[in-house]
């Protein structure tokens, strides 16, 4: 198969389609990535992308793959797998 997610990475960036770049680095895994581009100045005040950023990063930090991830503001991640238990079970 041939790799066409740097040219798709480019064309994103070309027409400034910032989500479609981090959503790309955040299946990747690409931490460090998907921060330096939030740290662009025309992404530092897009409440929306850090939302959906910082979800990412919490739901990789409890262990949840790729958790944060909602497309269209669906139930995915809320309420469940746990989250409100504080009684010391796992």
């Not at 400034?16 to 895994?29: A, F, N, P, T």
């Not at 005040?45 to 958790?67: Q, T």
């Amino acid at each position: 198969m041939h790799n066409f997610k740097p040219g798709q990475l480019f064309l994103f960036d070309k027409k400034r389609q910032v989500e479609m770049v981090l959503d790309y680095y955040m299946e990747e895994g690409e931490v460090g990535l998907v921060l330096q581009r939030m740290g662009r100045k025309e992404n530092r005040k897009n409440a929306e992308l850090w939302g959906k950023v910082l979800g990412w990063v919490v739901g990789r930090a409890g262990g949840r793959e790729g958790g944060g991830r909602r497309k269209g503001g669906g139930g995915d991640g809320e309420g469940g797998g746990g989250e409100g238990s504080e009684d010391g079970e796992e």
